[in-house]
């Protein structure tokens, strides 16, 4: 497949501001990555969380289901899943999903500059099975609902009213993602049969109203694609992702995450993370385990994220319970490996403001119930 160079330049929105809106390195990226070694080298032993880390690195449980965070009196939810951080004066917050039906909702937990928990709170309630999502560029957090004909959600990670975005379309909505350049917010939809959407505000910043499309091409895994509008965002009588011919179909729709002129997306029923380059117009496969030369690293594929370096970070749902760094060189490894939870999943990957603080959640810990989840935080030496 032909390499291709480019600059990757600040991710969207908080991540930008954590990141000093610094350009991503340029890289030429070839599609799609092979197994090798990690940028931090082998996993050590399990530590006392039973979390096996590069050397460097050490880990800590930021927040239990049912249990209080600590220094708070909040009791942290149950079933955490997608998350995010926001810049928070010199501190910061992480915001994670709650993916239990009904209730669902979201919270928040915040820290000072020291990385010191200062608060938690819920700043989402009365919502259904709220699975990923993701930031915008004017610091809110959009809550998706992971139910047939659910909602997206805006909401204030320091607290205060929400508001249900309808104009966003109704489907078994999974993640998002928004694009500064281009004015748009990109959706993920977790059926068999699911597409890939995009939805243009009507004024950037105003999610109340705008236009819902979806993504055409052919059945082929590369290629050129087109965006066609959706008649009826609600869903009804016709379900969102059957009522425009020629609609690419992705198996599981997950994670997704832009940065410059790039989004990726990943589905979980072919193991695959698919990489769409706006500016180009093209589509590729970013990765893809039956493709991957001996045995496969990444399986399970679920939540990303990425750091300044042009890293990816792809959590499991399933495999082996481990998040796998994607390089720009195109080398796919694990960087981390939860042990003793093989009942549960690994969700809401995101970095602090400053980059050197990975948080990420276990949604059933080691009790493969969704009462068991465990959030936490891993710090170290992340390459810049």
């Known amino acids: 497949m032909e390499r291709r160079g480019f600059l990757r330049g600040a991710v969207i929105g908080t991540s930008a501001a954590a990141f000093g809106g610094s350009l991503w390195h340029g890289a030429a990226f070839a599609a799609p990555a092979q197994p090798g070694a990690g940028p931090y080298g082998a996993l050590g032993t399990a530590d006392a969380n039973g979390i096996q880390l590069p050397a460097g690195f050490t880990s800590r449980v930021i927040a239990r289901s049912g249990q209080t965070v600590t220094g708070t009196s909040y009791t942290w939810h149950s079933a955490p899943d997608g998350g995010a951080c926001f810049v928070d004066g010199t501190g910061w917050i992480y915001v994670s999903n709650s993916e239990v039906n009904p209730s669902g909702g979201a919270s928040a937990v915040r820290f000072n500059a020291a990385g010191t928990i200062t608060g938690a709170y819920r700043i989402l309630s009365g919502t259904r099975q709220n699975c990923a999502g993701g930031a915008t560029p004017w610091n809110t957090w959009l809550s998706c609902e992971e139910v047939s004909l659910g909602y997206v959600y805006e909401s204030n990670p320091w607290g205060g009213t929400a508001y249900r975005r309808d104009a966003m379309g109704r489907f078994k909505h999974e993640a998002a993602a928004a694009d500064p350049v281009r004015r748009a917010i990109y959706l993920t939809e977790d059926e068999t049969d699911g597409c890939f959407y995009r939805f243009l505000p009507t004024t950037w910043g105003n999610l ?71 500016a180009a117009g093209t589509y590729e496969l970013a990765y893809d385990d039956s493709l991957v030369s001996g045995g496969a690293p990444l399986t399970g594929v679920d939540n990303v994220t990425g750091t300044s370096s042009g890293d990816l970070y792809v959590a499991e749902d399933g495999g082996n319970m481990e998040i796998c760094v994607i390089t720009p060189d195109d080398v796919v490894a694990p960087f981390l490996r939860i042990n003793g939870q093989s009942g549960s999943e690994i969700t809401g990957p995101a970095f602090s403001p400053d980059g050197r603080r990975l948080y990420f959640s276990s949604q059933r810990g080691t009790s493969g119930s969704s009462s068991g989840g465990i959030t936490y935080e891993v710090t170290g030496p992340f390459r810049a």
Do not use: H, I, M
């Open 208 to 278: 109340s109203s705008g236009t819902l499309q979806v993504f055409k091409a052919s059945t082929a895994a590369s290629g050129t694609f087109t965006w066609q509008n959706v008649p009826d965002p609600d869903g009804s009588p016709t379900v969102t992702r059957n009522q425009v011919s020629g609609a690419k179909r992705f198996n599981g729709g997950e994670g997704c995450y832009y940065a410059n002129d790039t989004v990726w997306f990943t589905t979980k029923g072919d193991n695959r993370v698919w990489q769409v380059n706006l």
